[in-house]
């Protein structure tokens, strides 16, 4: 590496803990906060300073990476826990959560206003993409600013700009409309294959290679045969993504059935207790409903 930047980290769950030690690791200079200090913590170890304030974090920073939970979070440490105010004129504020599109557009703004540039750059590829360094990074702005993260999306991933501000998390919407579809058409056909005397592994097994191969069918697909439904992407995540897609759905006066369809299949899933298992726990959800749970 040739510019060791200094990078906060705002938000150490269980995608900004991995990102976090990827940066510090690559020999960049970070900065942690998380409003549970301990979370944050084991990130000392990989040289990382932890504050207690937001607003510390980002003093004197070059960049601000957040992996905040939704859209509310992310504005209220912005602009009510002090962060923008803090971050020096010049800074990017790199945002990776996910959070409705008209979000990270008023987020863009009211950060240029104070002199401080804006990305929106969510992520896909899970804890795993985030442990490895594979991440597909999805951003959202100008051009100029997209450049300069580039250094810093190095450690995390594949990065593609798509567009305006809010662009990028458009894609992280059709990127999770897609994932969310494709975990229940999976789930709703293993059982079907089960069902009827099939045997849903050797099924899985079977149509690997062919037209309905996906990631999801040889990740998700082997959660479900293994009734491994440990989280590494919650069905509320899942369920957030979901319903930030209709509510840009609804703005955008688009006709988006399949996913209204799904979103309810998870606010179900959520309703009858799964709310903290995997996302592949719709499979739980559509299993319950056929006496097979």
């Known amino acids: 590496m040739s510019t060791r930047l200094k990078i906060a980290v705002l938000g150490t769950g269980m995608m900004g803990l991995p990102m976090a030690r990827r940066l510090a690791r690559a020999g960049h200079e970070v900065h942690a906060w998380n409003r549970t200090r301990a979370k944050a913590e084991p990130l000392a170890a990989d040289g990382a300073t932890v504050h207690d304030s937001a607003a510390d974090a980002v003093r004197g920073v070059d960049f601000a990476v957040s992996l905040l939970e939704n859209g509310a979070i992310v504005g209220d440490v912005l602009f009510n826990l002090g962060v923008a105010e803090a971050m020096p004129r010049g800074s990017l504020f790199i945002d990776m959560a996910s959070i409705q599109p008209r979000e990270a557009r008023e987020h863009a703004a009211r950060l240029q206003a104070l002199g401080v540039q804006h990305l929106d750059a969510p992520v896909s590829g899970g ?48 990127n999770q409309m897609i994932v969310g579809i494709t975990v229940g058409a999976v789930a709703e056909a293993l059982l079907l294959a089960e069902r009827g005397g099939a045997d849903p592994a050797k099924v899985r097994e079977a149509i690997s290679g062919g037209f309905a191969d996906s990631r999801i069918l040889q990740v998700h697909g082997e959660r479900m045969v293994q009734r491994d439904f440990a989280p590494r992407g919650r069905m509320t995540v899942q369920l957030k993504d979901m319903r ?21 299949l998870y606010a179900d899933g959520v309703e009858h207790g799964l709310a903290d298992l995997d996302q592949a726990g719709l499979f739980v959800e559509l299993a319950q409903r056929n006496g097979m749970q």
């Open 127 to 174: 804890t795993l993409g985030a442990e490895a360094g594979t991440l597909a990074i999805m951003a959202g702005g100008d051009e100029t600013d997209f450049a300069r993260a580039l250094p810093v999306f190095a450690a995390l991933g594949r990065a593609t700009r798509v567009g305006p501000h809010g662009a990028g998390q458009l894609a992280k919407l059709a």
């Open 244 to 264: 930030n897609a209709m509510a840009t759905v609804r703005e955008l006066d688009f006709q988006a059935p399949i996913t209204a369809l799904f979103e309810r």
